[in-house]
């Protein structure tokens, strides 16, 4: 497998899979990168504009429709995990975010999620439930960034004010705040910046196992425990080297 290739060029964008749940998720051998975010705020679409390919991941203007846990691989290398969106799970009790349990088992337990992509609405003002939802990932140690979204539909004045609004209330809880970034799935703004960040990641992970005497893959002959020792390992800082 030939992982050298430029990210940026995506050769083969395939659906993997539609889990329910962390158990039925494909095995963990390539490093993951998903997409969370409130209900509507524009994952599937954000996925499908960095594969470069509309219809991999489904849209709909009606909110909660991503259910399960989508995975797609990129370049036989590593993958886009689309995630059910927050917000609008049913049953939804107070203090899981209003997330569900597989998202949450997913976040926490994943070896193998290099990076999560947090997206935020740029045309709203700092929302509860994202902020809410920053603060469990905090707490959780969840590797992630800031995607915010949409912005073709506001002006960029509007866009900068509600993300400075929103990086100010969430500033005591970080030494180093995550980075942040923009993107439109319909100007395509963003698309080179984020691949960007995933190459950086895979070649951090790359450059770690190489250091570590580690495949890049786990092996099968470790014991699923001993895997998961060594996966968790392989997830990057959450300060480098995209901050
Ligand atoms: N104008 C504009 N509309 C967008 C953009 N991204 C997504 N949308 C629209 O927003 C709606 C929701 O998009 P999705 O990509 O399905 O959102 P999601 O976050 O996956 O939603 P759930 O699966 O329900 O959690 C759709 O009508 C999209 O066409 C964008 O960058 N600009
Ligand atoms: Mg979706």
């Known amino acids: 497998m030939d992982c050298a290739v430029s990210l940026v060029n995506i050769s083969s964008a395939i659906f993997d899979c539609s889990a329910p749940d962390l158990d039925s998720c494909?095995?963990?051998?390539?490093?993951?990168?998903?997409?969370?975010?409130r209900s509507n705020v524009g994952k599937s679409s954000l996925l499908n504009m960095l594969a470069g390919e509309q219809g991999l991941a489904r849209v709909s203007t009606t909110p909660g429709f991503t259910k399960l846990i989508n995975v797609f691989t990129m370049n036989n290398c590593w993958r886009l995990v689309d995630l059910?969106?927050?917000?609008?799970?049913?049953?939804?009790?107070?203090?899981?975010?209003?997330f569900n349990q597989a998202v949450s088992d997913y976040l926490e337990n994943?070896?193998?999620?290099?990076?999560?992509?947090?997206?935020?609405?740029?045309?709203?003002?700092?929302?509860?439930?994202?902020?809410?939802?920053?603060?469990?990932?905090?707490?959780?140690?969840?590797?992630?960034?800031?995607v915010f979204t949409k912005t073709d539909k506001v002006s960029a004045v509007t866009a900068q004010a509600n993300i400075a609004a929103f990086a100010d209330r969430i500033s005591a809880w970080f030494e180093k705040p995550p980075a942040v970034f923009t993107c439109s799935a319909v100007t395509q703004q963003g698309r080179q910046e984020l691949l960007g960040v995933i190459d950086e990641a895979m070649t951090?992970?790359?450059?770690?196992?190489?250091l570590a005497g580690v495949p890049a893959e786990s092996s099968p002959n470790l014991s699923l425990q001993a895997r998961i020792r060594e996966n968790l390992k392989r997830r990057p800082d959450l300060h480098r080297p995209w901050c």
Not at 26 to 37: C, K, N, T, V, Y
Not at 84 to 98: E, H, I, M, N, S
Not at 119 to 137: K, R, T
């Open 26 to 37: 494909p095995d963990e051998s390539l490093p993951e990168f998903a997409f969370i975010g």
């Open 84 to 98: 059910p969106g927050y917000g609008f799970a049913q049953g939804a009790r107070k203090d899981r975010a209003r």
């Open 110 to 146: 994943r070896p193998n999620l290099s990076l999560v992509f947090a997206l935020i609405d740029s045309g709203l003002a700092p929302q509860a439930i994202d902020l809410e939802f920053v603060e469990w990932l905090v707490r959780h140690a969840v590797p992630f960034v800031f």
């Open 204 to 210: 951090a992970i790359n450059t770690a196992s190489i």
